[in-house]
């Protein structure tokens, strides 16, 4: 089982870039994508518990970032426009096998499988 994210970069504030992840393996069910900012613990970003599920979001990237999932291919994508220097972040794919239903914010354990992270850095 492989994840492979890219994407990542030095873009300026208001700027907008898109993230993949291609998944190898295996199917998924669960899929998302979380971020990480130096000092601070893993979060939520966007992902969805199913392929045909609802697309959670964290309220800080609600409006601005767009989650996608092609399930033929095995790859989820994130749109991000409007971007802020507080997106700059590390960036990881994540997934598992298991369907999920979250009524809070998916956490970190609810994914077994990890990519190795695409740095985003947002310059003011």
């Known amino acids: 089982v492989q994840l492979q994210a890219s994407g990542g970069g030095l873009v300026q504030a208001g700027d907008s870039l898109r993230l993949s992840c291609v998944a190898s393996?295996?199917?998924?069910?669960?899929m998302g994508w979380f971020r990480q900012a130096p000092g601070k613990d893993r979060e939520f970003v966007g992902g969805?518990?199913?392929?045909?599920?609802?697309?959670h979001y964290a309220d800080s990237v609600k409006g601005r970032f767009t989650f996608s999932r092609d399930i033929a291919n095995n790859t989820i994508s994130l749109q991000m426009s409007s971007l802020k220097p507080e997106d700059t972040a590390v960036y990881f794919c994540?997934?598992?096998?298991?369907?999920?239903?979250?009524?809070?914010?998916?956490?970190?354990?609810?994914?077994?499988?990890w990519g190795r992270g695409t740095l985003v850095t947002v310059s003011s």
């Open positions: 393996g295996r199917a998924f069910s669960s």
């Open positions: 969805s518990g199913a392929s045909s599920g609802p697309t």
């Open positions: 994540a997934a598992d096998g298991s369907k999920r239903v979250w009524f809070g914010m998916p956490r970190v354990t609810d994914f077994r499988f």
